[in-house]
């Protein structure tokens, strides 16, 4: 399996985040961020249907519809964490997935438990404790340790969703061939983009407010990049499969999404580098319990 793949991918989230993130904060609402994004994920994994053969299978074409569909929760979630606070906090805590991606293996995939993997799973709770928890104590506001916790805690939900959409591709992506899942898989996605707007819909009298101007690029540009990559990362799995390996190198973006806000401002590793040292040994500490669990598998 090519293992540069999941690692550009891994950079290339960062920065689309990051894109995302500086549109919420001119003003882009965040369901219409989650739309974009959505739609941009469906024009990218289409083309899959021209260069790679499908064959007919029932179950996989469930599979397919069943992986949109977790796509979906996770994604909301993403975006909820993303809107919720900084892009360096969010994006580490999302490494939790590689641990999901291997626990779910296990039980759901019947692969054996090892000593090491479970030793993982408790290193990188403490490494989302520490991400979650630092910046609040660091400035001595409850508001913002509440904060932090808010954004972990959606990170965390979107994880636990998409270990279990990589989990699924992996299971049944092989039984339709990647061309006709991956397409039907986003497809899927697009078809359920329409619940985000559901209180606009249902509230009467009020318009929707267009995206505003200084939001664009940002919110646009990291749409784009960010339904580049996620294509990307399920091609991969559904093509190679190793759904804990791929993820092994993916889990870099929190690294990558550390090291940009720190760099280009926008956040608290920006504007306090007592923040950007925590955050950083936070995802270090996450990054060797996804080695430490992995290794023993």
């Not at 519809?65 to 977790?70: D, E, I, K, N, P």
């Not at 993403?78 to 999901?100: E, Q, Y």
């Not at 104590?137 to 939900?157: M, P, Q």
């Not at 190679?240 to 720190?262: C, D, K, M, Q």
């Amino acid at each position: 399996m090519p293992l540069a793949l999941p690692l550009i991918a891994s950079f290339l989230y960062a920065l689309g985040s990051w894109g995302m993130k500086l549109g919420l904060r001119r003003g882009a609402h965040p369901r219409l961020l989650n739309a974009i994004s959505n739609l941009a994920m469906a024009g990218w994994s289409a083309p899959l249907v021209i260069f790679f053969p499908g064959t007919p299978q029932a179950r996989g074409f469930l599979g397919a519809l069943l992986a949109g569909t977790l796509l979906f929760i996770g994604r909301a979630c993403a975006i909820r964490a993303l809107a919720k606070g900084d892009l360096s906090l969010a994006t580490p805590v999302l490494g939790m997935k590689t641990i999901f991606v291997a626990l779910l293996t296990v039980v759901l995939l019947k692969e054996p438990v090892s000593p090491g993997l479970m030793a993982g799973a408790v290193l990188s709770s403490l490494a989302v404790a520490l991400l979650s928890l630092s910046p609040g104590i660091l400035r001595g506001k409850k508001e913002s340790a509440a904060l932090d916790r808010a954004t972990a805690g959606w990170a965390l939900l979107a994880a636990f969703f998409f270990g279990l959409t990589d989990v699924t591709v992996q299971r049944f992506a092989k039984m339709l061939g990647v061309g006709w899942f991956q397409p039907l898989m986003f497809a899927t996605l697009v078809v359920l983009t329409p619940l985000l707007f559901a209180p606009e819909i249902f509230r009467r009298g009020k318009q929707w407010l267009p995206l505003p101007g200084s939001a664009r690029a940002g919110a646009l540009g990291g749409s784009v990049v960010i339904g580049f990559q996620t294509s990307l990362v399920v091609f991969v799995i559904g093509f190679f499969g190793h759904a804990t390996a791929t993820n092994v190198v993916y889990a870099t973006r929190g690294l990558w999404a550390i090291l940009l806000e720190g760099a280009l401002g926008g956040g608290s590793a920006y504007h306090d580098k007592r923040v950007l040292a925590v955050r950083l040994t936070g995802a270090a500490l996450l990054l060797a319990s996804v080695a430490l669990a992995v290794g023993s598998l």
